[in-house]
């Protein structure tokens, strides 16, 4: 059978590496002084093993929150005798000066720091201990990296630890002394968003070698310094960067440039006007481009063909038959066209294997694909029209799809824009209609994203999206590896007193999904989280709101499955004003068959448990329960359900019974007659995963009417459906308790003829399952 999408199963060197990072006392570290990590003195890690531990912490710590945090992890790669460390990745804001100090030792070749906004002035300091050897840096968007906190000086001392940071750098105190002065190997230098004090030529004129520099954002007052590297630069990144006609003089100087990027965020933002004469100047000069992007630039009507002539034949990518004129000069097609936010995407014939823009699902992708990890606010327009054509048309490329949506969603996830837009995509993603080429692999890395962003966002839009999605998994199977953070999440979610209605429908239904067919252990940890109660305060508010709707119904069915063989939880419903509300229900909701038919259903599990009955033999409520026998809502559900808490307070005897009213005689009278009156080919809206609580009311004569409520509800059950209950009676030992009816002189006749007719079913199955199947599928699923 061939592998569905997404389902290439991890390396082991992959495993290794996060197990190692996840027990890292038990595998290469101790616990030293003061709590401080600390590596085991015959540990010797070569830079492949170093550099994979130490980016896999750092991506753990970003997008997986059941980690660990270590305060001393960075020391542990101090030493360079013990670990070599050569290509480092940091990102974000929870790093400090302290943990770049910690690794000053190391030979590094590549350091990429992205948006790490925590690091001062202090760390350029660091930087200089890589000077020798660095040929990547990656500074981009560390926007406080040339500041000093308050008037600190630029120098640092080894034994930091306690000198902890004392607040962000001061936007007054710029580093004015540090320059690259000795950073002879470095090659590939990004400085994105660079503060407009510091002055790029000074900063960069000893770099000599450099071959591809990135300088997004920065302000550029004189542009003939670039001249100095136009026979090394190979690529040129100048996204954001106010054009003018002397910045593209000097660019096109540049001829050995294999990737130049000119682009904008938004045509909006931008007074220049991309013209033919400039694009054909590129074309001309810069004869070794593949890559060109120029998005977000307005174009000039005459830097395309007329209309009629770019509609005829089919899509080309040969440079002589372009529909734009200035890349008919191209002696190959590129490999990369930025072409986003340009009405030139739009366009038949364009000579790149891969262009980014808005007209197609190839485009949008090539899009998010280009701008996720350092242009966020483009990646977040293109997930938006991604979603518009998952919603509206088809995506054919849903792997890729998915997997860059992912990929945004992780690398983004303190950027609610995107985790709006992603999670929205993912909704429509993750749906029926994709639902079968995903793999177990791919579907659980939407559900980690998915419940990254409600960790991360309690703002309405994001909450709704992600539970949306949610639903869109098999529940509780699907989430099960999940189980107890959706659980808290969710419960987090219904936590305030007033909570978005859209929201809290979904919430509640994903929460009574999640303890519907699950074990009994699980139901117990989500009852110690504070399940009971906050479905009981939902119930409260909606009586206070005088509304019966959905999140009533679903609260009652939550509760209904989540305290089906779980003692514990039912103590925590009668303990938590359970019944008051039970009552208060009933009362204001008299019509409401299915709200009735949940609470009953949910006091049977109570009535299950001999420690809680005496909480219900009171003369208000069994007089409640009598009257219920009457009832004729949702079938026999609820006068059932009712039937089934009385025959288990009926099953402690007389002596238990200290009411004058109503009469335990007249109770039972009542409860005679009501299941005489059900239609025993009832079709049930219920399911039993054990048959215990009933079995155990069979053989005794302490109450013949709740041995013929048990033995009644056994041959509705397996004559209705036997496929999926003679199997459970026969394994749980039923057939052998119905004997021990028959043989007791306390059984009723017509109890007798009941368990005959019952043990009869079941040896009709046995003998040919097949006939009395109808294909039905066995579920052993909980109650509710």
Known sequence: MAAKAGDNPDS?????????????????CYQGYRNKLCLRSDIFLPSEICDKLFNTYMELVHTDSNFERQESFFQLFSDPRSTRLTRVQLREDFMRDRDLEAIRKQDLIELHLTYCNGLSARSL???????????????????????????????????????????PASRHALERDFNFQGFNRLRLLKLGGLPEEVDAETLLKPLQALTSLDLSGVQLPRTAFLTQWKDRLASLVLYNVDLSEELVNTVVELGNLRHLDISRESRRASKFKMTRKILTAIVQRLVNLVSLDISGHIMLDNCTVPHLEDAMGRPSIEPCKSSIYPFQELKRPLQFLGLYDTTLCNVTHIPAYKVTGSKNEDQVLNAIEAYTEFRPELAHRAINQLFDIARIQHCSQLLRALQLVIAALKC????????????????????????????????????????????????????????????????????????????????????????????QRIAVHLCNALVCQVDNHHKEAVGRMGFVKTMLNLIQKKLQDRMCDQVMEFSWSALWNITDETPDNCQMFLNCRGMSLFLECLEEFPDKQELHRNMLGLLGNVAEVKALRPQLLTPQFITVFSNLLDSKADGIEVSYNACGVLSHIMFDGPEVW???????????????????????????????????????????????????????????????????????????????????????????????????????????????????????????????
């Open 12 to 28: 082991l060197m992959t495993l290794a590496t996060a197990f190692c990072l996840r027990n890292l006392r038990k595998t290469m």
């Open 125 to 167: 300091k660091t930087l200089t201990c890589f000077r020798e050897t660095l040929v990547s840096l990656c500074l981009f968007g560390c926007s406080h990296i040339f500041y000093r906190k308050g008037a600190a000086p630029l120098a640092s001392t080894e034994d930091s630890e306690e000198d902890e940071e004392e607040g």
């Open 412 to 503: 983004h996830k303190y950027d609610k824009s995107i985790q709006v837009t992603g999670s929205a995509a993912l909704f429509y993603l993750t749906n029926t209609e994709y639902r079968s080429d995903q793999s177990v692999r791919l579907r659980r890395e939407v559900i980690h994203v998915v419940l990254n962003g409600m960790e991360q966002y309690q703002e309405v839009t994001v909450q709704r999206n992600c539970c949306l999605t949610l639903c869109n998994f098999s529940i509780p199977e699907e989430l099960e590896f999940q189980y107890s953070r959706v659980n808290l999440l969710l419960l987090k979610i219904l936590e305030p007193a007033r909570q978005d209605e859209s929201i």
């Open 658 to 784: 200290s009411m004058e009213e109503p009469r335990r005689d007249m109770v039972m009278d009542k409860m005679w007659d009501a299941i005489q009156s059900w239609d025993v080919s009832s079709r049930r809206n219920i399911n039993y995963r054990s048959f215990e609580p009933i079995l155990r009311l069979l053989p005794q004569g302490i109450s013949p009417v709740s041995q013929h409520w048990a033995t009644w509800a056994l041959f509705n059950l397996v004559s209705v459906y036997p496929s999926k209950y003679c199997p459970l009676l026969i394994k749980e030992g039923g057939i052998t308790l119905l004997e021990k009816v028959l043989e007791l002189d306390s059984s009723q006749e017509e109890t007798k003829d009941m368990a005959r007719k019952v043990m009869q079913q079941c040896e009709n199955f046995k003998e040919d399952p097949m006939e009395i199947n109808h294909g039905q599928e066995v579920n052993h699923g909980q109650r509710g």
